[in-house]
């Protein structure tokens, strides 16, 4: 495996694998010294054609806790600003000897496009509402740790899907994991070619929250992407609360094994209560603590090695 | 992605295994009273079991830093802290192979500082392993002082290191491999010579 573009580029032995070095690479984060001698003398880029702290900044410290230098470009203030093309851009930057380009970009399969163009290895860290796949990694990470194997588990995926990234890499490593994966959004949100999503058969979707809320093993609640929303896709947001809110009532219908995600940021009030946000079961900080961890593991496992 | 052995002595290879071929040059017997000794060493140069900790180098290693363990609770009726070292992500050739699988590393939670550590593997070969766990103790703490202990010394030093403690000292030619088997990890011990002119 050369790049980590969709969660489809990796095996069920390979998410394993990425999963298991995670779960050392965590153990790093709780020493004194957070520093492993891995990519000593390698260079890694953060291409950042869109906003993203949360990501970048768990890129930028998994990198150097690797021992890469890293450098951080981004979008605003640089020549993107000034016209310059997605191809440039990225075979400037390659041009600088980079062994690594980490790209985030508004549209989707800019990642894929960028492999074509220069040698570098290169992680997909968001591209449009097509994948996500780091993202989903380290969720089915958190949800590891806390569900142990994730074969039979039952995983919903609840909100916002038309305008996710996340869902699409999340649904197709949870259906390479093993688990029963179902995705529940209001019909308006409900992406119009769903039934003929091929890349990880054996999903179920529906409309119906409550219904399926008593069987879940996990909920993945999604934020409603206000921003790239140009029409109503719910008449008021009390509205999307009672029907598709992992409100007080849902809370009390949901098992009490069960974990509850969010890939964040939240919408308090809106997708998520407070109340189920900061419970027992919610694993949303433990999200943002296992970033770092995977994603040192997926440089490790990208560039730590020979070329294959 | 390949999921490689990365034994310094190259002493798992499951295609092999079955057929057992080569000559053993240490039975479970031999195994076990080269072990005791190094027991009854460690306690005699520590004067005591106080302030030891054992880290056994994966996979082998750490099974044999258990036997050890237990050997010194025999001996001083003390208990020893007990942890696994991976030094995989400290080899220094990582760049020539693919990306190899990391083992495990646990720490005991009376840390290493101010500890006398005995690193504990099962051959010792070019030294690059030890070299390895050395810079991934550098990482977790300051022991006070650090020694090595094997169950088979084979020769073929590429660094300047040298085992305090070594069950036995084996002259190989270095197309030869050595082949440790542990119960725990095998279901038998034994120790042999593959390969070579022979």
Known sequence: MKHLLSAANLSRDDALQILDTAAQMHDVQRREVKKLPVLRGRTIVNLFFEDSTRTRSSFEIAGKWLSADVINVS??????????????????VAAMGVDGLVIRHHASGAPLQVTQWVDAMVVNAGDGTHEHPTQALLDAYTMQQRLGDLAGKRVAIVGDLTHSRVVRSNLILLRTLGADVTLVAPPTLMPSGIANWSAAEGFSYGYDFDEVLPDLDAVMMLRVQKERMSGGYFPTPREYTVGYGLTRDRLRALPDHAVICHPGPMNRGLEITADAADEARSLILDQVSAGVAVRMSVLYHLLGGAEA | MQRPDFSDAGSADPASAQAAPGR?????GDISRALRRIAHE??????????????????RGEALAQRLVRLLAEIEEAQVPVGSLDVTMYRDDLRSQPTRAVGTTSIPDTGIDDKVVVLV????????????????????????????????????????????HVGKNLPTARSERVRVRLDENDGVDEVRIVGGES
């Open chain 1, 75 to 92: 979008a605003k203030g640089s020549s993107v600003s000034k016209g310059e093309s997605l191809r440039d851009t990225a075979m400037t």
């Open chain 2, 24 to 28: 053993t040059v240490l039975s479970a």
């Open chain 2, 42 to 59: 460690i306690v005699e140069h520590n004067k005591g079991a106080d302030d030891l900790v054992l880290l056994g180098i994966p996979t």
């Open chain 2, 121 to 164: 593997d099962d051959v010792l070969f070019s030294g690059r392993t030890v070299r390895a766990a050395l810079d991934a103790l550098g990482d977790l703490g300051r022991p006070r002082a650090v020694r090595l202990a094997v169950l088979v010394d084979r020769g073929h030093r590429e660094l300047p290191i040298r085992a305090d």
